[in-house]
């Protein structure tokens, strides 16, 4: 018997569409301004079963744009927010979550029976590594992150984009990772004053993550969770990347033919496909 509480996503998507969304395990690394919402939006979706990987804690400035977090969260675990605001939609979902970074930890083993990985991280590092795990075990991963680019006071750019890796095309061969930020990730506290000294890089500049607000985060996570939705329900192939350029307000698909022999995209096609 249809719940009638997803009839209208059954409009959409149809009855099978909506039973897949809840057979689906969803992993989320990284549960700040972009993650808070895309787990949000998927209770609303009908998911049900979460695997969530983030070790940071709620500061006062995360307040104006993590989903679910409140005066009075200060200090709370981040995975707490989460739990509290998707079982607020979904009170008999499956969360099993992860206080560690990616890769750390018990990380893996809580990401070890995901369908679908979500990555809404701040560092290129650690974007590269879920997409060396995710390509080895076949597990389609979709990246989502934004950005505000400001230079001496003034603001060049906001928005952000959406990547859908399922083995046509990824954040490497597609060339969207900074490689400066990964060669100095790889580097000792030395080895980067010297880097920095000689590529002029400012220390302050290297600071923190930057402006963030929570509308461009809504879209930029409303884009990451429907790219997912039509991934899992097959209402038509996922975009491979979808860019949002928010100073002047458009959405746009990417369509970039991924160049041939990349190593990570390879490895979906030796992999045993996701159960989506």
């Known amino acids: 018997m249809t719940e009638d509480r997803y009839i209208k996503n059954e409009g959409l998507f149809g009855a099978e569409g909506q039973a897949r969304l809840t057979d689906t395990i969803v992993g989320i690394v990284g549960y700040g301004g972009v993650g808070s919402i895309i787990g949000a939006l998927l209770a609303y979706l009908g998911i049900v079963r979460y695997?969530?990987?983030?070790?940071?804690?709620?500061e006062r400035t995360n307040l104006n744009r993590l989903a679910g977090g409140l005066p009075g969260d200060e200090g709370e675990l981040k995975?707490?927010?989460?739990?509290?605001?998707?079982?607020?939609?979904?009170?008999?979902?499956d969360i099993l979550v992860s206080a560690h970074e990616f890769g750390e930890g018990d990380s893996l083993d809580v990401l070890a029976?995901?369908?679908?990985?979500?990555?809404?991280?701040?560092?290129?590092?650690?974007?590269?590594?879920?997409?060396?795990?995710?390509?080895r075990h076949g597990i389609p991963y979709i990246d989502a992150a934004t950005d505000v680019i400001v230079t001496d006071g003034i603001v060049e750019y906001y928005g952000g984009r959406v990547v859908v890796m399922t083995g046509d095309g990824c954040v490497a061969c597609l060339q969207l990772l900074d490689q400066d930020e990964l060669r100095r990730s790889t580097m000792t506290e030395d080895q980067r004053e010297v880097y920095d000294r000689i590529y002029g890089i400012s220390t302050s500049a290297l600071e923190g993550t930057g402006p963030a607000?929570?509308?461009?985060?809504?879209?930029?996570?409303?884009?990451?969770?429907?790219?997912?939705?039509?991934?899992?329900?097959?209402?038509r192939p996922p975009q491979r990347k979808l860019t949002y350029h928010a100073h002047d307000g458009g959405v746009r698909p990417d369509r970039t033919v991924p160049p041939k022999g990349c190593a990570y995209c390879a490895r979906y096609g030796r992999s045993a496909p996701a159960a989506v």
């Open 51 to 58: 695997r969530l990987v983030e070790f940071d804690e709620v």
């Open 79 to 93: 995975t707490h927010i989460a739990i509290r605001t998707i079982k607020a939609v979904q009170p008999d979902a």
């Open 113 to 135: 029976d995901v369908d679908v990985v979500i990555g809404c991280v701040d560092r290129e590092l650690a974007r590269l590594h879920i997409l060396d795990w995710a390509s």
């Open 213 to 235: 607000v929570v509308t461009i985060n809504g879209v930029v996570g409303s884009l990451a969770a429907t790219e997912m939705m039509v991934l899992v329900t097959g209402l």
